[in-house]
C-alpha cells in the first residue's frame, strides 16, 4: 500500500522561508514522479512542482520559478521543497502526490495524472 506523507508547514512572515517534505512509502516500483500541489481557500488546486525520480527532471509553474526548489533524498523516497521569499497568497494547504509514471514538462500539472496523494500540510504567510 503506498502512502504519502507530508510534513513542515506552519505559519510564516512574508519573505521567509518553509521546507515541506514528503515521504513515499510502499512503491514497488524503483522510479516514479512526486509533485507538490496547492489549494488556497476557496481556489481550485494548483500545481507547484514535479521531480522525475529516474532523471531528477524537475518542473516549477510561474508562481514558485526561481522562489521554490524541489530536490530529493539520496534514498529517493523523499522529497524537500524549498520555499523562499514566501508571500501572503503562497498560503495554502499543501499536497504530495505521487504516480509510477514519469511526468513530461506538457502534462506534470494535471492532478488527475497522479493516483497516490498525502492528506495535506497548511502553509499560512502573514505578518
Known amino acids: 500500500q503506498v502512502q504519502v506523507v507530508e510534513s513542515g508547514g506552519g505559519l510564516v512572515q512574508p519573505g521567509g522561508s518553509l521546507i515541506l517534505s514528503c515521504r513515499v512509502s510502499g512503491f514497488t516500483l524503483d522510479y516514479y514522479a512526486i509533485a507538490w500541489f496547492r489549494q488556497a481557500p476557496g481556489k481550485a488546486r494548483e500545481a507547484v512542482s514535479c521531480i522525475n525520480l529516474d532523471d531528477d527532471s524537475t518542473y516549477y509553474t510561474d508562481s514558485g520559478a526561481g522562489r521554490f526548489t524541489l530536490s530529493r533524498a539520496l534514498d529517493k523516497n523523499t522529497v524537500y521543497l524549498l520555499m523562499s521569499s514566501l508571500k501572503p497568497e503562497d498560503t495554502a494547504t499543501y499536497y504530495c502526490?505521487?504516480?509510477?509514471?514519469?511526468?513530461?514538462?506538457?502534462?506534470?500539472?494535471?492532478?488527475?495524472?497522479?493516483?497516490?496523494w498525502g492528506q495535506g500540510t497548511q502553509v499560512a504567510v502573514s505578518s
Open positions: 502526490a505521487a504516480d509510477g509514471a514519469a511526468k513530461s514538462s506538457s502534462w506534470w500539472t494535471e492532478a488527475l495524472k497522479y493516483d497516490y
